[in-house]
């Protein structure tokens, strides 16, 4: 079946930017998502990108998709304390409205 | 954008009860609901999908018999834990699609804790 994969773990400084990596096996995907999920609460998304796009841009969130090497980015410039949470990437074949295939989640965690 | 609740947040309860969560669409319809199970420091698995006036649609290793699904108008699906055991702890979230746009938005989840 699909397969999505996330590293474990982020740690950056307050005022840099985060880079969080996804990569996924299944080269059906048409929507590709980044969620947040803050401790104990269910998910936000956080933006999407469709598949026949290298990036988007919104706000201080940049996604990158390489689709040949089926790897997924988000980039958060001016990384704040509000950003720690757990960032969950996800893939969806067909319509938007399919059944999502999550990765593991990378837990970042934002230093003073 | 649309809004998705879960009821109850929070659920503690013995050992062989069984528990009801419920998950509604607040401002659209949705023919289409999802349910995911996140156990702790986890990502989240597909349990099964919900289709109004039919049957629900479970993912492999996913006991139907132990998880009730019923989605029996266009703005509510509720899952049931029959029997519930302490393994079944977890973080259960639902999400809905919205039957005009397609789009997929999910609920707060509710936490389950079986004693």
């Known amino acids: 079946g699909e397969d999505v994969e996330q590293s474990l773990f982020l740690s950056v400084r307050e005022g840099d930017s985060s880079v969080i990596n996804c990569t996924y096996t299944?080269?059906?995907?048409?929507?590709l998502y980044w969620y947040k999920q803050e401790p104990g609460a269910g998910l936000q998304l956080l933006t999407y990108?469709?598949?026949?796009?290298d990036m988007k841009q919104d706000q201080r969130l940049t996604v990158l998709l390489n689709k040949k090497d089926k790897h997924l980015s988000l980039r958060i410039a001016d990384t704040q304390t509000g950003d720690s949470a757990i960032y969950f990437c996800?893939?969806?074949?067909?319509?938007?409205?399919?059944?999502?295939?999550f990765g593991g989640g990378t837990r970042l965690m934002v230093k003073p | 954008g649309a809004v998705v609740s879960q009821h109850p947040s929070r659920v503690i309860c013995k050992s062989g009860t069984s528990v009801k969560i419920e998950c509604r669409s607040l401002?659209?319809?949705?023919?289409?609901m999802f349910w995911y199970r996140q156990f702790p420091k986890q990502s989240l698995m597909l349990m099964a999908t919900?289709?109004?006036?039919?049957?629900?649609?479970?993912e492999q290793g996913v006991e139907k018999d132990k998880f009730l699904i019923n989605h029996a108008s266009l703005t509510l699906s509720t899952l049931t834990v029959t029997s519930a055991h302490p393994e079944d702890s977890s973080f259960y979230i639902c999400?809905?699609?919205?039957?005009?746009?397609?789009?997929?938005?999910f609920g707060p989840g509710t936490r389950l804790t079986v004693l």
């Open positions: 919900s289709n109004e006036g039919s049957k629900a649609t479970y």
């Open positions: 996800a893939e969806t074949e067909g319509n938007a409205g399919n059944m999502l295939t």
């Open positions: 299944d080269s059906s995907s048409t929507y």
């Open positions: 401002d659209f319809q949705a023919t289409t």
């Open positions: 999400s809905a699609r919205d039957l005009a746009t397609n789009e997929q938005f």
């Open positions: 990108i469709f598949s026949n796009m």
